[in-house]
Nanobody
């Protein structure tokens, strides 16, 4: 599975962005999918995850209520809606996936992912 992120860029504090993760090579519908991010000078961290059917989602505690992960398997795409952005959200955002063979699970750890996108920059100005 090849993953490509899009939708990043520069936004002012308080604004919103929607990231997309598009897959090719294999149907993303077999895969749980997650978003991670790497802030400048910091380790990569978990943001959100979603099971293959979208029935289960999970978020980093600090992001609940502002970020929403969703998917459209017909379009082979997973989304991350980010609202009320602040400068601390500035980071390179990565999409990742793991083949769960239709098991209704999600995975939140780096080591559990099978595939990664190359990442996309999100910058929030104050």
């Amino acid at each position: 599975v090849q993953l490509v992120e899009s939708g990043g860029g520069l936004v002012r504090a308080g604004g919103s962005l929607r990231l997309s993760c598009s897959a090719s090579g294999r149907p993303l519908s077999r895969h749980s999918t997650a978003w991670f991010r790497r802030p400048p000078g910091k380790e990569r961290e978990f943001v959100a995850a979603i099971s293959w059917a979208g029935s289960k989602t999970h978020y980093a505690d600090s992001l609940k209520g502002r970020f929403t992960i969703s998917r459209d398997n017909a379009k082979n795409t997973v989304y991350l809606q980010m609202n009320s952005l602040n400068p601390d959200d500035s980071a390179v955002y990565y999409c990742a996936a793991r083949n769960t063979y239709y098991s209704d699970r999600y995975y939140t750890k780096d080591d559990d992912q099978n595939y990664w996108g190359q990442g996309i920059q999100v910058t929030v100005s104050s």
